[in-house]
């Protein structure tokens, strides 16, 4: 009985301290950035207020494509930063992700819309082929193609070490 | 030259710890000399290692920004208040914050033990080492002390605004205090496993430092949740995020363990279970601290974080908690004892009780954990949340308060006196079935939930009552801070439910000098204006709200646009009474010139942290009490 006890007690805590080291070894957990070019996705997907359907041709341009949820907490905190962003003419596109739609539209009204349009992807399904893992993600659009895509909060730390050198340098929203 | 001489304080103070720990462990200790010296060294290096921190709130108010750390998080602009706040801001001071905790509790301990040396020495030795651990973190993976040279920037950075909050400068301090207090709990249960001698009655002696920290831990949580009903603009109080939920699994666990500690302090028993949870309440701290730095889970909680940071802590923290768990699986058995428990008796409802917080604790794991393992394998982001915890928390908790209930008469090694309950039983059924009959009809509450938990919240605090009645009048003996601590659980489980049912919230258009109405109350917006702050501008919106009784107040809540992050924030505006909460927010303004207001009542809000209130002060008088009765 007692060596059972042992058993069950060392065998849990290896398996729970295994477990956490292979998770942390694997890169793609962590907020961080991914700089490689790619497509965007072909998508039809109506907006949150459901007064028209976007499709990929509605982003022929260049855009910031910030994927939110009214659940998400970190949301909020970005949120504040967002609205910045958009006080200095930076176009941002939200995408609602796996959100009830008047959960969503609440959110917007009480916290604000820094957003051009948003798109309501309910089932997520836009956010699969982005390979979004979680809220809040933001990717860059740089003439409908994607050029970063960032997983975690946007802050001004962030912009200015992540996005700020690229937008520079790809010249992207006038940039100064 | 300041950053220096506090950066090699710090470092002088890590060696002086392992010193400290390598004489209590590894050198004949039972020597009372090296027992003093383990003492000594411990105070000292305390204190060189609490001057370093001195010096670092110093760099901080006078705006060094030649360290990195303090130009990322503070601003000349800011009050006072927050430049010495925004040291525990972000992960490298928080850090700091967290093991200047961890030391003092170890300092107050060396300073106020003195019976059994032996043991004392051997648990100042494990919290050296625990300290040394994070130290090291500390200065190898996040340091403070990193500046920035030769040219330091003319301004700092500032703090998050929705960090800009008197009770968020204090709530991550009451929380740490709580989380490292159990340190020393950890460290006798260590001690007395080493030492493998179970006449040693270790449980005793920490009681009160434990309930301390366990109402340091309550009252950081409450913080937490206060702050986040009024920054947030939720209007929740609890949001089951996973770092809420990191918090929560040490709470459960040290709530088990104080309970567990009474019975095993007073008699043999439950000591297995006792030292059990001591390593384990430390260890969930651990984790948690694991969590919220290794940046595994996103959160309003995490920190800016890189793999390495994450791997240090697992490896630290898996070392120690491996090697506790070792000790503990091959020295348990020297404390199987033969005595059964009595059925009925205090002991098995405290028992029970641990069954009942395992499988809280158990469920709040597993769903952190659910969410990572499915990740994991595969490679798909899901979230588990609040249907998973109400489902399992409300009917655990409502049965494990109706065995609480039975509890209250039961004695320590004694069967409950069956005939003895009746009388109490039907004297408090009748009140709380009042209660309910009275919500059914008279507020048509009717959720099946909501009523058993009035039902359960009230019987249990009219039952304590009559406990007090008997204290008082015939001067039976009870311990009067534990009635309190559980009276506030009774008005915790009742204003919870009663939040839940009877709360409202609507979004309203409105317009200057317009009046819309809700729930018989008039609102109108008044006044618009400008106002400038010490770090930011903001828009205040003069609202005027007349309630059915005729009675009117202002409400303003505002928005802030904070000069050096250019970040927005909405400030809620609450008008709080007796039993509910008027709580707006305003959103944007739309094209035809009216606003978006937010309007939320918010019903018995108040009393959740007001019985929170209620334990933390009945364990910290408890702890009072019982560090003076010690011999």
Redesign the interface.
């Known amino acids: 009985m007692t060596i059972f006890i042992r058993f069950i007690i060392i065998s849990t805590a290896l398996m729970f301290f295994t477990f956490f080291y292979l998770y942390i070894n694997d890169d793609k957990y962590y907020p961080g950035a991914d700089f490689t070019t790619s497509n965007m996705p072909d998508f039809e997907i109506k907006d949150l207020y459901s007064k028209r359907v976007f499709s990929v041709k509605d982003l022929d341009g260049s855009y910031l494509i910030n994927v939110w949820a009214s659940w998400c907490i970190t949301c909020r905190i970005e949120h504040s930063f967002l609205a910045k962003l958009e006080s200095n003419n930076i176009p941002i596109i939200g995408l609602n992700y796996k959100d009830e739609k008047d959960d969503a539209i609440n959110w917007i009204t009480k916290f604000g819309d820094p957003y051009k349009y948003i798109i309501h992807d309910y089932k997520g399904e836009l956010a699969l082929d982005l390979g979004v893992t979680g809220a809040p993600e933001t990717f860059l659009l740089n003439d409908g193609k994607i050029i970063v895509h960032y997983r975690g909060e946007v802050n001004d730390m962030i912009w200015n070490d992540v996005f700020k050198p690229i937008i520079m340098k790809e010249n992207i929203f006038n940039a100064n | 030259m300041l950053i220096e001489i506090a950066h090699f304080l710090s470092i002088l103070s890590t060696g002086l710890f392992f010193i400290c720990f390598i004489f209590s462990f590894f050198l004949n200790s039972k020597d009372i000399f090296i027992i003093n010296l383990v003492s000594r060294i411990y105070s000292h290096s305390f204190f060189i290692f609490l001057s370093s921190f001195f010096v670092y709130v110093w760099l901080a108010i006078s705006d060094n920004f030649s360290v990195l750390y303090i130009a ?1 998080h503070s601003n000349i602009n800011l009050p006072v208040f927050y430049k010495i706040s925004s040291i525990w801001s972000a992960h490298e001071g928080s850090m700091f914050l967290w093991i200047i905790f961890l030391t003092t509790w170890g300092a107050v301990y060396n300073l106020f033990t003195s019976n059994d040396q032996l043991l004392k020495a051997r648990t100042l030795g494990v919290i050296s080492i625990t300290s040394v651990g994070f130290l090291l973190f500390l200065l190898l993976t996040s340091n403070p002390f990193e500046t920035i040279l030769p040219v330091p920037p003319e301004n700092g ?1 500032d703090i ?3 960090l800009q909050d008197p009770l968020l400068a204090i709530h991550p301090p009451m929380l740490y205090m709580g989380y490292v207090g159990f340190v020393i709990a950890f460290g006798q249960a260590i001690a007395f496993l080493f030492e493998g001698k179970p006449e040693i009655k270790w449980e005793k002696q920490v009681r009160s430092w434990s309930l301390a920290s366990w109402s340091f831990l309550t009252l950081g949580i409450a913080l937490g949740s206060w702050w986040a009903y009024y920054e ?3 209007g929740g109080y609890w ?1 089951w ?1 996973p770092v809420e939920n990191v918090a929560l699994m040490p709470w459960l666990t040290a709530t088990a363990f104080v309970h567990s500690l009474s019975a095993s302090s007073k008699s043999s028993i439950l000591r297995i279970w006792t030292l059990l949870l001591s390593i384990l309440v430390f260890s969930l701290s651990l984790f948690g601290a ?1 969590i919220v730095r ?3 889970i ?3 909680h ?1 920190f ?4 390495e940071r ?2 240090y802590l ?1 490896a630290f923290i ?1 070392l120690l ?2 090697v506790s ?2 000790l ?3 020295r ?2 020297l404390l199987l004892s033969n005595k059964k428990i009595a059925s009925l008796s205090k002991e098995s409802f405290i028992s029970l009780n641990n069954i009942f917080f395992g499988t809280l604790i158990f469920s709040t794991m597993l769903g952190v954990l659910y969410p ?2 499915y ?2 394998i595969y490679n798909q ?1 899901i ?1 588990v ?1 609040a249907p998973f915890y109400n489902a399992i928390f409300v009917p655990i908790t409502l049965i494990a308060c109706i065995f609480l209930y039975f509890s209250i008469d039961s004695k320590w090694q004694q069967s409950l006196n069956i005939k003895s309950l009746f009388q109490p039983l039907l004297i408090s059924l009748t009140f709380s079935a009042t209660i309910v009959i009275l919500a059914f009809f008279q507020f048509s509450i009717t959720n099946l939930w909501t009523l058993a938990s009035l039902l359960i919240g009230s019987i249990i605090i009219m039952r304590y009552m009559i406990v007090i009645y008997f204290y008082f009048v015939y001067r039976k003996f009870t311990n009067i801070f534990s009635v309190i601590a559980h009276c506030g659980l009774g008005l915790l489980i009742i204003s919870i439910a009663l939040n839940d049912n009877l709360s409202s919230e609507r ?1 309203l258009n409105i317009k200057i000098n317009e009046t819309e109405i809700y729930k018989d109350h008039q609102i109108t917006l008044k006044n618009l204006r400008m106002v400038p702050g010490p770090n930011f501008d903001s828009v205040k919106a003069d609202f005027l709200i007349e309630n059915p009784n005729g009675k009117t107040f202002t409400l303003t809540p505002e928005k802030r646009k904070y000069f050096a ?6 400030e809620t505006a609450i008008h709080a009474s007796f039993l509910k909460d008027i709580y707006l ?1 305003i ?2 303004q739309l094209d035809d010139g009216s606003w ?1 207001v ?1 309007i939320q009542f918010n019903i018995f809000i108040r009393w959740i942290w007001f019985s929170a209130m209620m334990m933390v002060v009945a364990g910290l008088l408890l702890a009072h009490s019982l560090s003076r009765s010690r011999p």
């Open positions: 990322q950075a998050n605004p929705v947030l603009g939720w949001f995020d694991f290794s940046g595994i996103d959160s309003v995490s800016a974080n890189d793999p994450g791997l697992l898996g908690v491996m768990l070792l503990f699986s091959f348990f058995n990572l393992i990740e994991f982001k979230s949340g979004a992050r250019g970040q927005v924030t909405t927010t959103g944007d978006i937010n």
